[in-house]
């Protein structure tokens, strides 16, 4: 893991790095924090320190301080800073290559890649100097995360938003590349809801986690992605196009209608197997010791996009308690399709709602790779990267 130096300047998102400097630190990584004047009037750097368990750098000349951590010995420390929220003011002296405050002098004296994620007004942020500045920063190797569209503490509306804690720290260890440049992912996720009257319906543990990692893992590596969602409580990444259904008929629906442009179809969603054969439009009361409910089957969409005339790259998964090979196989040749990716859901480490994963991938020839148990991310990263080299 690794040093960050976590650079925090004057503005209200300031608020959000203190989120920020905990998920650096719940993903192992060792963080300083360096703060100016101005984002001291937004957030106390008692408050820093309290959450980084070091002492906050603020002055450039403090006796006490430079005979800690100088500002040479923060710049030699960092493996990476990152500042963030970096606002106008700052971008515009990093540019000019000021070195009038600790966190300027500690970025002209550091070795370290440099990453800012921008945060201000959506006029300052489209003013041509700030995007200027913007440019230069990057042509200098500077990484730029964000900024995000949305509503603005100053009440307007647009980009500027300080990109969320959680999506910066994915950002800074998951780079993007053009590798998928040109192709169409449709990826489903999720569970799918068979609704039996209007307060009750029958769904499965799946969390949506897998299938939105392997949106983000397939997006950062350059492709165009469709994500079709069942319902579930995760954000997708900024740029994945994403469809929420609910039922699997939906699912079908908003798959079907991607299709025909996509070049790689995942199908990571828990689609449920049976619905409800009626929907009953009012509450059912709980008047009879037995109910029964008549299920018909659900069309298995992975299938029918498989037997297209001329189908995308097809995965499956094969979510399984036992027999996982056996099953996963017998998947993969049933329903025609290029990889199947087995999934043992018996173990709650892995699988339904955990953050971590492992699954063995089998393909057509009978070859299988196996990618061990460790995060979504991670497990999705390197199956969208399978997935792109058995196509080519
Ligand atoms: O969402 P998480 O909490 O992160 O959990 C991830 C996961 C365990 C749900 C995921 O990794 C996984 O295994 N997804 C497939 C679950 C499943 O429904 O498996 P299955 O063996 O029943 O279906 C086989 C394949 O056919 C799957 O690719 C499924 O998406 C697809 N299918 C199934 C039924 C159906 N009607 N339509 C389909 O497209």
């Known amino acids: 893991m690794s040093n960050i130096l976590l650079a925090v300047s004057g503005g209200i998102a300031a608020y959000k790095s203190v989120e920020l400097c905990r998920r650096l630190q719940d993903q192992g990584h060792e963080v300083r924090v360096v ?33 800690a951590m100088g500002h040479i010995e923060l710049a030699r420390w960092a493996d990476t800073v990152l500042i963030a929220p970096a606002t106008a003011n700052t971008l515009a002296k990093l540019v000019a290559g000021f070195s009038d405050d600790l966190l300027t002098t500690v970025v002209t ?104 990692a392997i949106a983000k893992a397939a997006h950062r590596l350059g492709a165009k992605v469709t994500l079709v969602s069942g319902p579930v ?49 009012q ?32 995965v499956g998964f094969a979510a399984e308690t036992e027999r996982l090979e056996h099953y996963a196989k017998d998947k993969l040749q049933r329903k025609n ?3 199947i990716c087995a999934n043992n859901v018996s173990c709650n480490t892995i699988g339904f709602d955990s953050d971590e994963n492992a699954v063995t991938v089998f393909s057509r020839d009978g070859e299988s790779v196996t990618l061990p148990q460790s995060c979504k991310s991670k497990i999705a990263d390197q199956l969208v990267r399978l997935i792109n080299k058995t196509m080519s």
């Not at 307007?156 to 300080?162: F, K, P, Q």
């Not at 959680?166 to 040109?182: K, M, N, R, T």
């Not at 008047?287 to 089957?297: M, R, Y």
């Open 35 to 67: 703060m100016t004047a101005s984002a001291m009037e937004f957030v106390t750097p008692l408050t820093f320190q309290a959450i980084s368990g070091h002492p906050v750098h603020t002055e450039l000349f403090d006796l006490a301080a430079e005979a």
């Open 109 to 212: 004296a550091t070795a370290a890649p440099v990453v800012v994620a921008p945060a201000m007004n959506q006029q300052m942020y489209q003013a041509s100097t700030t995007q200027e500045n913007l440019a230069t920063l990057k042509q200098r190797g500077v990484r730029v995360i964000g900024p995000a569209a949305g509503a603005q503490a100053c009440g307007e509306v647009g980009m500027g938003r300080m990109v969320e804690p959680e999506l910066i720290v994915d950002q800074l260890f998951y780079p993007h590349s053009e590798l998928l440049a040109g192709q169409h992912w449709v990826i489903t996720a999720g569970p799918t809801r068979e609704q039996i009257d209007p307060v009750r319906f029958l769904s499965n543990n799946s969390s949506g986690k897998m299938g939105y």
């Open 233 to 281: 409580s995760l954000l997708p990444e900024a740029g994945v196009t994403c469809v929420k259904v609910k039922s699997a008929l939906q699912m079908q629906q908003a798959v079907m209608e991607h299709i025909p442009a996509a070049d790689v179809f995942v199908a990571c969603a828990a689609v449920a197997d049976y619905r409800p054969v009626d929907f009953v439009t």
């Open 283 to 314: 509450k059912i009361k709980k008047n009879d010791e037995h109910l029964q409910i008549q299920l018909v089957k659900n069309p298995d969409i992975l299938q029918g996009v498989a037997a297209l005339p001329s189908p995308p790259f097809c």
């Open 337 to 339: 399709l290029d990889l």
